[in-house]
């Protein structure tokens, strides 16, 4: 097999991929201890994102990869350590394994410099106002259609 160059392996995450970031690891959380395990099972990092490149990514990002590299899981994340981390959203979390761009800072000089400045995370307080805003004008503007349609019912 042929390896791919970095700009090459950029390209197609950029493609493929759901969202692009750089984050330091908080918190790793394992999975709750069971009778029997499997090396699928989800382990959740959390990371302090500090810049974007493909994305609606927030301040803070939780991503899930597998316990173990027999299941293409990612097993050496280290709190701390900035990372370089692709990820794809396929029902709601991201989720991340071994194939994808995700590695250490420090190991991704050449994908840094292809991907560029990237852009700011979303701050994490932003997106609920502006939820709950536009679902109340909702609300509001269904009831006076609803108002409207009732009084000109009414009348006739």
Not at 13 to 23: C, N, T
Not at 26 to 50: C, G, H, W, Y
Not at 54 to 64: D, I, L, T
């Amino acid at each position: 097999m042929v390896p791919i160059s970095a700009e090459e392996q950029v390209k197609g995450e950029l493609d493929r991929k759901s969202a692009i970031f750089e984050g330091t690891v908080v918190d790793i959380k394992q999975p709750p201890q069971k009778l029997v395990m499997s090396t699928a099972d989800q382990v959740r990092v959390t990371f302090e994102v500090s810049r974007v490149w493909k994305g609606v990514v927030r301040e803070q990002a939780e991503v899930y990869t597998a316990m173990s590299s027999a299941s293409c899981g990612i097993e050496n994340f280290e709190v701390g350590t900035k990372y370089i981390v692709s990820a794809y959203e396929d029902s709601k979390p991201l989720e991340t394994n071994i194939c994808d761009l995700t590695k250490p800072i420090a190991a991704a000089k050449a994908e840094l410099a292809i991907l560029g400045t990237g852009y700011a995370p979303t701050e994490s307080g932003n997106l609920m106002p502006i939820t709950l805003i536009v679902t109340i004008a909702i609300i509001i503007i269904g009831l006076i259609v609803w108002l409207i349609v009732k009084r000109h019912k009414v009348r006739l």
